[in-house]
């Protein structure tokens, strides 16, 4: 059985920093291109951030380019996210996927496919 966790949500101020953390279980980490994803109210689901199987590719949101930094560990199961001068906009639930790789790394943030394992969220928010 699969199962992704998310962790590291909470609340920061504007300027602040937060690292979000994705675990998987239950599926060989490294046969998956990983994602991050953010909704917030009223709002389409909106691919934030991902990286290919290796790590050595990777694909960031205009909104987030230069602010967040994906990464993974393999050995750990593990998916992270790096937040960096956080703005309120950046307030929303955010969610890991795993998909995988031969759906391609860029796919994945774009429109990820119905076989995509999805996390139940961490909810971020950044207050002014």
């Known amino acids: 059985q699969v199962q992704v966790v998310e962790s590291g949500g909470g609340l920061v101020q504007a300027g602040g920093s937060l690292r979000l953390s994705c675990t998987a279980s239950?599926?060989?980490?490294?046969?998956?291109?990983m994602g991050w994803f953010r909704q917030a109210p009223g709002k389409e689901r909106e691919g934030v951030s991902c990286?290919?199987?290796?790590?050595?590719?990777?694909y960031y949101a205009d909104s987030v380019k230069g602010r967040f930094t994906i990464s993974r560990d393999n050995a750990k199961n593990t998916l992270y996210l790096q937040m960096d001068s956080l703005k309120p906009e950046d307030t929303a639930m955010y969610y890991c996927?795993?998909?995988?790789?031969?759906?391609?790394?860029?796919?994945?943030?774009?429109?990820?496919?119905?076989?995509?394992?999805w996390g139940q969220g961490t909810q971020v928010t950044v207050s002014t």
């Open positions: 990286i290919s199987r290796s790590g050595n590719y990777t």
């Open positions: 996927a795993a998909q995988k790789a031969w759906y391609g790394t860029m796919s994945l943030c774009a429109r990820p496919s119905s076989n995509a394992y």
């Open positions: 239950g599926l060989t980490f490294d046969d998956y291109a």
